[in-house]
């Protein structure tokens, strides 16, 4: 029998980007089948199609990834192309599925969240374009985890995940192929190799902490073997279940052995580290730490030093709370800068439609129409690239670029796990106060305009109400405020403040202090602290 009774599960709704819960969770008998069975059923079927499928090598992994397997050739599937053991990290994952012209592909991560017994899990589905499945499609698998009563799963042994080759499970051809070569060449064709490889045989150093998650192998075979990078210069490069109790979010507090390296006595001259699934990335220089939305500024502005953008990009897109920073660069070179929602989903259009070359978060996310994610090493081999054409360290790439455009100061407070209706109730007041706000004077700052995000994809006309609200001052300055999608546990409120100072005076500061006058006037209008009786931030990026 290969069909087998089930009934629904509650909560199947995919986030900002897939479904996440905790791995006990997603460890129940049936709960796995059930998202994977609604996905197929939302898709039209996969009979005849061929899907890829991979994962952060997280706890559960393997085991989910035989049950998608058995799953896949029950419904007919012709092919799935699996990463060896099970492993492929987001942005491979985007290239195999466009490389291969498969139908789809299913990541098996949890992306930033740690992972581990007790810790998160996830599963997401992407389309043909390789990027993440649109609100349409998420909507119409959220709908159908609600109705579902069966799921269809081959009875047969587990697939040998661990040996490159073809083999067979039913009538299904199941491929389990290196996951690193492919990423790997198209890396090349992106960019100056030849170049890198000069810049390391010239000394220069670096440490990239691959987070024990998935691109410690990545990194290895393009920095250490191909790019002649010291042997050692990724460190935690060994994939873990439980990415050896690290979170492997890479910002400053939870790469913060990256951080203590460069920002001491005998740091290297840049370095880098990358999340779970490998999408995510962040960049230091010796003793200077530089913020995704700058990141995401000074490679637009250097793009074109970059074989693969020599021609220039068509246009930019960033996320709506990211900040204005890439906006400057884009008027600077006469290109068009898009505004979307929080999550890769919304790139994905513009992408396809050759509007934008670049797109970016202020979530640690960078990644251009190479492929439909985010990717953490293309960002840093994007640095490395500039770094050796410019021939300057990031600490003078940074001030040049201030000197040029001036400066977003920027920050990003994040109060975990508080009460979801404590967090709904803020959020609702506000709401209801948004319009009474315009004219306000708080701290010397003055509310020009109080609204709540909504987006109409220029592309295909979709609508993504409520994406956040935005409080913009006179001047410039603003403080946007949402909730997270992507957590396991209670609800994240994430606030995101930005200054703009057009220098030259004034680009030094330290970015808590220059945005502390909007600090204070955001706890005056939303009072944060008073509802929640936090003392601050747990996170603050
Ligand atoms: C967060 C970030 C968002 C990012 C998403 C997925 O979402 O803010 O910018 O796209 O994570 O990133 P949220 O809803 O928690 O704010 V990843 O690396 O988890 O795929
Ligand atoms: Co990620």
């Keep these: 029998m290969t069909t087998h009774p089930t009934t629904p599960f509650d909560g199947q709704k995919p986030g900002t980007s897939g479904l996440r819960k905790k791995t006990a969770v997603f460890m129940q008998p049936n709960f796995v089948e059930n998202f994977v069975q609604a996905t197929f059923d939302a898709i039209g079927g996969v009979r005849g199609k061929t899907l890829v499928l991979g994962g952060d090598g997280r706890y559960f992994g393997t085991e989910a990834a035989q049950v998608i397997l058995k799953m896949a050739a029950a419904s007919g599937a012709a092919r799935v192309i699996v990463g060896q ?3 492929l990290s987001t942005p491979a994952a985007s290239n195999l599925i466009r490389k291969r012209s498969a139908d789809g592909g299913i990541i098996l991560s949890a992306s930033h969240n740690p992972g581990g017994p007790n810790e998160d899990f996830g599963v997401k589905y992407n389309m043909a374009n390789g990027g993440p499945a649109p609100e349409s499609v998420t909507e119409a698998i959220f709908a159908r985890t609600k109705e579902i009563t069966e799921y269809a799963k081959l009875d047969a042994p587990d697939v040998n995940l661990t040996a490159i ?11 389990v192929v290196d996951p690193v070569s492919a990423y790997a060449d198209m890396m090349e064709e992106i960019f100056d190799f030849k170049a890198l490889r000069g810049l390391f045989h010239e000394g220069f150093t670096m440490r990239m902490d691959s987070m024990c998650a998935i691109t410690g192998p990545y990194a290895v075979e393009i920095l250490e073997k191909r790019l002649g990078a010291a042997k050692g210069t990724v460190v935690h490069e060994t994939p873990l279940p439980d990415f050896g109790g690290m979170h492997p979010d890479p910002n400053p507090t939870w790469a913060h052995e990256l951080m203590a390296e460069m920002m001491g ?4 001259d840049f370095g880098a580290a990358s999340d779970g699934d490998g999408d995510r990335n962040m960049v230091l220089g010796r003793g200077v730490y530089v913020s995704p939305s700058d990141s995401l500024a000074v490679i637009a502005a250097n793009a074109h030093l970059v074989p693969g953008y020599a021609q220039g990009l ?7 709370p990211t900040s204005a920073a890439v906006d400057r660069v884009a008027t600077a070179l006469g290109i068009d800068c898009y505004e979307t929602p929080t999550g890769w989903k919304f790139f994905g259009n513009l992408m396809d439609a050759g509007r934008v070359s670049l797109c970016g978060e202020e979530s640690f996310g960078t990644g251009s129409d190479h492929v439909r994610e985010k990717d953490g090493l293309w960002a840093v081999l994007m640095w490395l690239n500039i770094i050796a054409a410019r021939g300057q360290g990031v600490a003078e790439i940074l001030a040049e670029h201030f000197e040029r455009f001036g400066r977003n100061y920027y920050s990003r407070h994040d109060y975990e796990a508080l009460p979801v209706d404590q ?3 803020m959020l609702n007041d506000l709401r209801d106060r948004l319009a009474s706000l315009k004219g306000a004077q708080n701290h010397s700052l003055i509310v020009e305009n109080a609204d709540e995000f909504a987006y109409t994809d220029p592309v295909d006309g979709s609508i993504s109400a409520q994406q956040g609200f935005r409080i913009l001052f006179e001047g410039g300055s603003r403080v946007v405020l949402r909730l997270s999608g992507t957590g396991t546990e209670g609800a994240t409120l994430r606030v995101y403040l930005e200054r703009y100072v057009p220098g030259p005076a004034g680009l030094n500061e330290d970015p808590q202090e220059a945005l502390g006058p909007i600090i204070r006037a955001t706890e005056e209008i939303v009072g944060i602290r008073a509802r929640t009786g936090r ?6 990026t």
């Design 265 to 268: 006595e005998s740091a290297p």
């Design 85 to 87: 053991g099970a492993w």
């Design 314 to 320: 068509k246009g930019v897109a960033r996320s709506m």
């Design 165 to 175: 080759g073809e083999s067979h499970l039913g009538a299904m051809v199941v491929e």
């Design 535 to 540: 003392a601050g931030p747990d996170v603050i």
């Design 423 to 425: 967090a709904n109730a």
